[in-house]
């Protein structure tokens, strides 16, 4: 089945620890999307990547680090400059031609 | 700005009781227009994609409508398994590498009870 994943589904950090959350798609998407979900917050946008070895920062790029070395996987370390770091992060991937945007299930990311 | 901005924030119905889902929206040229459902601690769930005013889509109880401001969702005699957060977002005509990103509204929890 053709899907997003996103691992793990829950993470703890710990003060000063930089963490990794994994995203790997194959629906041969170009585009994937890192999105920040806070409670009674709409989704804000972490960083995005429509091909690979190419990346943009979104509207909350502080604290947090993206690669593309692959068209399948786009992982998101979030960094010790992130100084709040608890919320649901969420992983989508897109195609030019259908435009809407496959989200995965999500990792909820928790501050030890 | 682009602005998506979703009405109302919270909704509860009765079994059976249609009602509609506001989302209005400021872009300098819509692209598309998106709705999604959400359930609580699951990843946004595609349902809907609009292009153009008077574009209507449907699936089952759910009806997506779009004007030139606003886009509508209307739910036909809901079921409490209906019960989820709707999101709305935009998606506006740019260039390079700002095309494709979309613009997300809060969301309406609705809520139908039995």
Same mark, same amino acid.
């Given at each position: ?22 995203? &790997? ?35 909350? +790029? ?6 593309? &070395? ?21 992983? +989508? ?20 | ?32 227009? !998106? ?10 769930? !595609?349902? !809907? ?7 209507? #889509?449907?699936?089952?109880?759910? #009806? ?39 613009? !997300? ?10």
């Amino acid at each position: 089945d053709g899907g997003i994943t996103q691992s793990p589904k829950y993470l703890f950090r710990k003060e000063g620890q930089n963490v990794t959350l994994s995203c &790997e798609q194959n629906l041969n998407h170009d585009a994937m999307y890192w999105y920040r979900q806070d409670p009674g917050q709409g989704l804000r946008l972490i960083y995005y990547s429509q091909i690979v070895n190419d990346f943009q920062k979104g509207d909350i +790029a502080e604290g947090y680090s993206v690669s593309r &070395e692959k068209k399948e996987s786009f992982p998101l370390t979030v960094t010790s400059a992130q100084k709040n770091p608890t919320a649901f992060y969420l992983c +989508a991937s897109s195609t030019d031609r259908e435009r809407a945007q496959y989200f995965g299930p999500g990792t909820r990311l928790l501050v030890l | 700005e682009d602005q998506v901005t979703q009405s109302p924030e919270a909704l509860r119905l009765q079994e059976g009781e249609s009602s509609s889902l506001n989302c209005s929206y400021t872009v300098s040229g819509l692209r598309g227009l !998106f709705w999604y459902r959400q359930d609580p601690g699951k990843g946004p769930e !595609f349902l !809907f994609t609009l292009y153009s005013a008077g574009e209507e #889509k449907e699936k089952e109880r759910l #009806k997506a409508t779009l004007t030139k401001k606003e886009s509508f969702l209307h739910i036909t005699a809901p079921k409490p398994e209906d019960s989820a957060t709707y999101l709305c977002a935009v998606q506006a005509f740019g260039r390079g590498s700002t095309l494709g990103r979309l613009y !997300f509204g809060r969301g309406t929890q609705l809520t139908v009870w039995p």
